[in-house]
Each structure stands twice: as C-alpha cells, then as structure tokens.
C-alpha cells in the first residue's frame, strides 16, 4: 500500500515538474534565514516540488480532532480545526485559513490558485471559491503531507505575529535577535494589492505598509513580550513615518493574529497613553502577508551594520 502510493507520487511529482520546469522549488525562499524540519521523500515530494497526495491516502483527511494544523516544514500555525469540514473529495478540507498565514498563486495550468505557507513558501495545496460548501464559500484543498497537528490541549509550538514600524529592515532587526523566534521574513501587508513590489510599495500606490513576520515559540517568548520591543524599538508616536522615513508604508501598525494578541497589543497602548505618549499605532486583523525581495530579507545582517533608525528606548 505505502510502495504503491510512493510510485504514484512520484509519478505525479515528475509531471509536475515537467509541466512547471521553470519554477524552482521554493524559489522565493531565503533557507539560510529560517530553521527548517527536515523532510522525508513523500514531503519533499509535495512541499517542494508541489506534487499532489493521492486522494483518500492522507492522514488528515477523516480527522476531526480539536487543534491546530501547522505547515509541516517551518512549523507556521495554518489552520483551526473549526474551519475543518468534509468536502468528500479526498483531503483535507478547510473554509479559512489563520489570518496572514496562507498566500495564493496562480497555478502553473494558468487556471487554478496555488496555496503556500506564507512563511516558508512550502506548497500546501490549491484554494477553491464558489462551490457551497459552507457559508464562507471556500475550500483550501491541502495535501495531509503539508501538515503537521496540534491537539487543543497541546500547548502550540509555533505562534505567528507581524508587526510594522518604519523601515522592516530595522524592525527585523530586533526581532531576530531574541530567543524563541523560529523565523523573521519581512514584506508587505495592510494594502490594496496582490504581490506588491518594493517600489510599488514606495511610489504609496498600494497602501502596503513595510512589516515583518515573526514566527516564534511562545512558550519560550510571548506575544507580550514581542509585543513590548516592538513599541521600545520604534517612535510609537510618529504617524506615518519613522525619523527620515517618510509615507505611510512606513507606519506604526501591529497586525493581529488572534483575539488575544488584539487585546495585549490594546492593552499595551492603554499603558503608554498612561504614561503620556500619544501613541499613534493602529491595531488592525491581519490580512494576506507579501514576501519582500530577497535583497530585503536579513539585511543588517548581510551588511553587518546596526539601523538608523530604530534605537532601544525602554518604555515600559
Ligand atoms: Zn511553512
């Protein structure tokens, strides 16, 4: 059973390939900056060179339980088991990803649109609109191989939070430097349009404001304490700038991937406000994170230099 399955998808796999030969897996990823699990043959076979499980073969497929579903390879948190349902096709169905967790490409076949964890780029799938299957009229069809779960009375592994403050360069900056953050990608976020580019970006004609994700362990860090260096890293107080940056892409804005970051992150200004700063940051739901240009990923560390423009200032 195992044996037949891995030679259908290894014939999938070199169909696939043939049909997408000039697409490099993982093509926009910066491997050297993110921690990776390392993947078995059928994984890599799906994650990195998009092949497809064979239906009703995945583990997933008939699994009801209570949890979270995380992207096999970076360990980013994809999907609640309550967007779960059964659309009898053969894998996993969900109507809703976790905000800011899932992108979306047009396929190599031109027709259908590719799903990729947002973070790593690792293939999951393909998304589905206006079939009927539940009120949010969805369906993220995603290979089982993708995934990996986590049992509600499990505490997460991994937890997502994006934050936005001037130039992402300086703000990933800090980031990456504390222990229990898995991973830093900076991009693009809160805008009009699909994949902007960095000058687009500049030119202010998407609404994108500059931000980085950070995929951390919160039982090592919380989002509190994420939460806190962002507003010691950056002038909170600033609106649409930071120092010599200036336009809204450069704003103050933290982006929420759960209720409960939404009310730490509330609960933090309240403080500050306390403390007389006029804290101009916006408090929004996360929405589709864009990638940035690799020149952009990791860049004080490329060039060995400290930012300008985001210097510690103890707050709290
Ligand atoms: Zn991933």
Known sequence: MKHSFFIALLLVTFLAHCQNSE?????????????FNKLTLEEEAVILKKATERPYSGKYYKFDQKGTYHCKQCGAALYKSDSKFDAHCGWPSFDDEIAGAVARKTDADGSRTEILC???????????????????????????????FTPADMPAQT?????????FWGTEYWFKKQNGVISTTVGYIGGRTDKPTYEQVCNKTTGHA??????YNPTVIDFETLAKLYFETHDPTQLNRQGPDIGDQYRSEIFYTSETQKTVAEKLIKELETKGLKVVTRVTKATEFFRAEEYHQD??????KKPYCHVYTKRF
């Open 23 to 35: 697409s490099k897996p993982n093509d926009s990823i910066n491997s050297k900056s993110m921690k």
């Open 118 to 148: 947002a973070n790593c780029g690792g293939h999951l799938g393909h998304v589905f609109e206006g079939e009927r299957f539940t009120d949010k009229n969805t369906r993220h069809c995603v290979n089982s191989v993708s995934l990996t």
């Open 159 to 167: 937890d997502t939070a994006i934050f936005a403050s001037g130039c």
């Open 210 to 215: 500059e931000a980085v994700q950070v995929v």
């Open 299 to 304: 860049y004080y560390e490329k060039v060995g």
